[in-house]
């Protein structure tokens, strides 16, 4: 469903990204790891062409992200994204977070997109604080508006760009488990994260990135079984480490 | 000298007081809604990235803002009569000229406002599929224009005390009505120690609304 096929990106001189391939089939979770600064971030907003890039091809559903011609607003439609800092829109109330884009990209009725919101509200378990503010909510309920805000628009995909690392821990739990329920039930995600527990558990692959290159592109049970290389080894060691 | 103060004659001069302050009002919202408008065009021209439209913007901007506003004025009143080939009246062709002028001091303010809106709301606008309109309209500009709102009303507060340039023009603001009264009864003083109040007394409660305003946003 989603194909990189030797994606290379420059700032300047500086090659962010260098000649990454990688596959993710329908269905797929893939867990996007490495030390920061190695591209993660970067290569995962090249997905729905937030990011451009240069040199190569990314293929979404069939469509290549980079042509010119691709109509980018409707191909993200498709594609949820969920950030590290949340960005909810902070002059919207909760409900009009997850409605703007309903109404205005998908054109659906008002009554449609109420019920799709409360739904999506409860799925979250935060159908309670529909008319606060983002400012109003625990990071971790903004995080979890966020992914309500993303499956709004009934993606096929989802895309998560370190959606714990702004979190104080005693709530990445209640976004992880968000995200535990999502992948069972079949969705299609690439999630850029340091969460190895969560990794171990829902991931079909992992991707380990350093310095702009995909080092490891494995089975989750190949890569936790110690048969990666020494950069992989090393960042595991250390994060896995306390 | 207080004591031959004459109270009467804006007493009995005030209708015609206030129809210039009218005039002052509407010339001051009407210009401030006019440059918005044109300002925010502007500074979407600048940031948009097409060259061309920068390159226009920039210029536009530059060149308004290294002209002094009266000349602006004089300028306009003997131009567009010229180039529309017929009279508009003082009052048209000055509101013409502050709608120009402003602009480009707005298009400075919004741009500053637009690139203070953090680059992951604008990620977040176009990761659900809006496009660049729809995404500025609903989610960079308000955003953009709540961190501005200090620095345009203190924009205002600057016209509103530069629509008393109109005087070259002989459009009867606030000031000229005065002037003519002080003029037509000898009560000089009476008159411009008036208009100095008045003057003071919008511009300090304009100014103590923008302190409550940027205290309330400040968080």
Same mark, same amino acid.
């Given at each position: 469903?989603?194909?990189?096929r030797?994606?290379?990106?420059?700032?300047g001189d &500086?090659q962010v990204?260098?000649?990454c391939?990688?596959?993710?089939?329908?269905?797929?979770?893939?867990?996007?790891?490495?030390?920061?600064?190695?591209?993660?971030?970067?290569?995962?907003k090249? =997905?729905?062409?937030l990011e451009?890039?240069q040199?190569?091809?990314?293929?979404?559903?069939?469509?290549s992200?980079?042509?010119?011609?691709? @109509?980018?607003?409707?191909?993200?439609?498709?594609?949820?994204?969920?950030?590290?800092?949340?960005?909810?829109?902070?002059?919207?109330?909760? =409900?009009?977070?997850?409605?703007?884009?309903?109404?205005?990209v998908?054109?659906?009725s008002?009554?449609e997109?109420?019920?799709?919101t409360?739904?999506?509200?409860?799925?979250?378990?935060?159908?309670?604080?529909?008319?606060?503010?983002?400012?109003?909510l625990s990071g971790g309920q903004?995080?979890?508006?966020?992914?309500?805000r993303?499956l709004?628009?009934d993606?096929i995909a989802?895309?998560?760009?370190e959606p714990t690392?702004a979190?104080?821990?005693?709530m990445?739990?209640?976004v992880?488990?968000v995200?535990?329920?999502?992948?069972?039930?079949?969705?299609?995600?690439?999630v850029?994260?340091?969460e190895?527990?969560?990794?171990r558990?829902v991931a079909?692959?992992?991707?380990f990135?350093?310095e702009?290159?995909?080092?490891?592109?494995?089975?989750t @049970? @190949? &890569?936790?079984?110690?048969?990666?290389?020494?950069r992989?080894?090393? &960042?595991l060691?250390?994060?896995l480490?306390? | 000298?207080?004591?031959?103060?004459?109270?009467?004659?804006?007493?009995e001069n005030?209708?015609?007081l206030?129809?210039?302050m009218?005039?002052?009002?509407?010339l001051?919202?009407a210009?401030? %809604?006019?440059?918005?408008?044109l300002?925010?065009l502007?500074?979407?021209a600048?940031?948009s990235?097409?060259?061309?439209?920068?390159l226009v913007s920039?210029t536009y901007?530059? /060149?308004?803002r290294s002209?002094?506003l009266i000349l602006?004025i004089?300028?306009?009143? /003997?131009?567009?009569?010229?180039?529309?080939?017929?009279p508009v009246g003082?009052?048209?062709?000055?509101?013409? !000229?502050?709608?120009?002028f402003?602009?480009a001091?707005?298009?400075e303010?919004?741009?500053a406002?637009i690139?203070?809106?953090?680059k992951g709301?604008?990620?977040?606008?176009q990761?659900?599929g809006?496009?660049?309109f729809?995404n500025? %309209?609903?989610?960079?500009?308000?955003q953009?224009?709540?961190?501005?709102?200090p620095?345009l009303?203190?924009?205002?507060?600057?016209?509103?005390q530069?629509?008393?340039l109109?005087y070259?023009?002989?459009v009867?603001?606030?000031?000229?009505?005065?002037?003519?009264?002080?003029?037509r009864?000898?009560r000089?003083?009476?008159m411009?120690?008036?208009? !100095?109040c008045?003057?003071l007394?919008?511009?300090?409660?304009?100014?103590?609304?923008?302190?409550k305003?940027q205290?309330?946003? !400040?968080?």
């Amino acid at each position: 469903m989603i194909e990189l096929r030797n994606v290379s990106k420059w700032y300047g001189d &500086f090659q962010v990204l260098n000649d990454c391939s990688t596959m993710v089939s329908k269905g797929e979770v893939v867990v996007v790891c490495g030390p920061s600064g190695s591209g993660k971030s970067t290569l995962i907003k090249c =997905v729905n062409g937030l990011e451009e890039f240069q040199k190569g091809e990314i293929k979404f559903d069939g469509i290549s992200v980079g042509d010119k011609k691709t @109509d980018l607003p409707k191909l993200r439609s498709k594609i949820g994204m969920v950030f590290q800092n949340f960005e909810l829109y902070p002059h919207l109330s909760v =409900v009009k977070n997850i409605k703007l884009a309903q109404l205005k990209v998908l054109k659906r009725s008002v009554e449609e997109a109420d019920q799709k919101t409360i739904q999506l509200l409860e799925r979250v378990g935060l159908a309670d604080q529909a008319l606060k503010f983002p400012a109003q909510l625990s990071g971790g309920q903004q995080q979890r508006v966020a992914i309500a805000r993303a499956l709004a628009m009934d993606p096929i995909a989802m895309l998560f760009d370190e959606p714990t690392s702004a979190l104080d821990p005693e709530m990445i739990n209640e976004v992880l488990d968000v995200m535990v329920e999502l992948a069972k039930d079949g969705m299609t995600m690439i999630v850029v994260t340091h969460e190895m527990g969560f990794a171990r558990r829902v991931a079909n692959r992992i991707v380990f990135m350093d310095e702009g290159r995909i080092e490891e592109d494995c089975s989750t @049970d @190949d &890569f936790f079984d110690s048969q990666r290389g020494v950069r992989a080894q090393a &960042f595991l060691s250390k994060i896995l480490h306390h | 000298m207080f004591d031959q103060f004459d109270t009467n004659v804006i007493l009995e001069n005030l209708h015609f007081l206030i129809e210039g302050m009218q005039l002052t009002l509407l010339l001051t919202i009407a210009a401030i %809604c006019g440059g918005l408008v044109l300002g925010t065009l502007l500074a979407l021209a600048r940031l948009s990235g097409f060259w061309i439209l920068s390159l226009v913007s920039s210029t536009y901007v530059n /060149f308004f803002r290294s002209m002094p506003l009266i000349l602006v004025i004089f300028w306009f009143y /003997f131009l567009v009569p010229l180039i529309l080939g017929q009279p508009v009246g003082g009052y048209y062709s000055v509101l013409i !000229a502050f709608v120009l002028f402003e602009a480009a001091y707005y298009c400075e303010i919004i741009r500053a406002g637009i690139q203070s809106v953090s680059k992951g709301q604008v990620y977040a606008g176009q990761a659900v599929g809006l496009n660049y309109f729809q995404n500025m %309209c609903y989610i960079v500009l308000p955003q953009a224009f709540r961190n501005m709102i200090p620095v345009l009303l203190t924009q205002a507060i600057i016209l509103f005390q530069d629509t008393s340039l109109v005087y070259v023009v002989g459009v009867k603001d606030f000031l000229v009505s005065a002037d003519l009264v002080a003029n037509r009864e000898n009560r000089i003083f009476e008159m411009f120690t008036t208009v !100095a109040c008045v003057y003071l007394i919008i511009c300090l409660s304009g100014s103590l609304l923008i302190r409550k305003l940027q205290m309330r946003y !400040a968080l």
